[in-house]
């Protein structure tokens, strides 16, 4: 079996897919990061360099500070994108309940309680 199928192949769609999946994720992982790293350099370069004006260092460590959580949300970002992209429909937790569907006990079933102990003994005593 070829690696490279066909475009009439029944796998055509997986695999483009795939490949948009995968540079979807490459230009997030990109985004997230590369500002973090530029900035991050940019400090540390600055921190060992002597002479830096204090209004120059105070900039770039706040932008330093900024890129910090960006670079963190890019695992909250791909999960959400893999949750939106998913085969069976990503966004059905957004549609609309359907009313036919949606009858007593329908959406929740209630709960038995268990019984105390001290019930129990009651119902035995004639």
């Known amino acids: 079996m070829s690696i490279f199928l066909g475009a009439h192949s029944p796998y055509a769609n997986r695999r483009r897919k795939s490949i948009k999946t995968i540079i ?11 500002p973090f790293h530029v900035t991050r350099t940019i400090f540390f ?5 002597k002479g830096v004006p204090c209004n120059t260092m105070t900039m770039v460590s706040m932008c330093y500070k900024i ?4 670079a963190s949300f ?3 970002l791909n999960a959400l994108l ?3 992209t998913k ?12 009313p036919q569907q949606q009858h007593a006990g329908a959406l929740l079933v ?8 001290g019930e129990d003994a009651e ?4």
């Not at 979807?24 to 590369?34: G, Q, S």
């Not at 209630?110 to 102990?117: E, H, T």
């Open 67 to 70: 890129t910090r959580p960006l």
């Open 45 to 49: 370069l600055l921190k060992v360099t």
């Open 82 to 84: 893999y949750f939106l």
């Open 123 to 126: 119902k035995d005593e004639p």
């Open 110 to 117: 209630p709960l038995r309680a268990k019984p105390d102990p």
């Open 24 to 34: 979807t994720i490459t230009l997030l992982f990109a985004l997230c990061f590369f």
């Open 87 to 98: 085969d069976k429909g990503g966004a059905q937790c957004c549609e609309k309940v359907n």
């Open 74 to 76: 890019n695992a909250w």
